[in-house]
């Protein structure tokens, strides 16, 4: 009970365990790197886009991507399961659910060399992301944004730049 009850404590207070690991006003990968209530408003935006349904529907789809990946690597007679799999599904994963799962090789080796550059998070605590990476993924974003909003689909990137935030259009 007592460990619970601290728990608890702990990992609801921002104070404790803040999501924001850069220095105030740098750039951020918004909304992993933010604490309530900044949180909870890109949360109440793209929580539609985590329902049951949505989710049944992406594990229908990734479950042939994971067997595809495992039945190579045994027909390899094994292999790096974190480099192979863990890191490449998860990579293919998030693009299926942005649908952008043709191109998930830019935001794999863009995720990786973020983790490279900034230690997973722990290289250099408080310090800023790196520019030339974030700039490196940035035109692609931003083209893919604009092909959204031209071309709004039922994903969350669609979502997201047709949404509505205080009555005002994004």
Excluded at 79 to 101: I, N, S, W
Aim: proline content about 8%.
């Amino acid at each position: 009970r007592y460990i619970g009850d601290w728990s608890s404590d702990v990992c609801s207070s921002d104070l404790t365990f803040s999501s924001v690991t850069v220095p105030e006003g740098s750039k951020r990968v918004l909304p992993l790197m933010a604490d309530p209530p900044e949180h909870t408003f890109h949360r109440r935006l793209i929580g539609p886009f985590f329902s049951p349904p949505v989710m049944k529907k992406l594990a229908d789809e990734v479950w042939p991507m994971a067997r595809e990946i495992i039945d190579g690597m045994c027909a390899r007679g094994g292999g790096d399961f974190a480099q192979e799999f863990a890191y490449a599904f998860a990579t293919r994963t998030l693009c299926r659910f942005l649908r952008v799962k043709e191109d998930w090789t830019i935001y794999h080796e863009w995720s990786r060399r973020m983790e490279e550059a900034t230690g997973a998070g722990t290289e250099m605590p408080g310090a800023p992301l790196p520019d030339n990476v974030l700039g490196d993924v940035l035109p692609y974003v931003l083209d893919l944004v604009a092909e959204r909003r031209a071309n709004p689909g039922d994903d969350v990137i669609s979502g997201l730049v047709t949404s509505e935030v205080n009555e005002i259009g994004r």
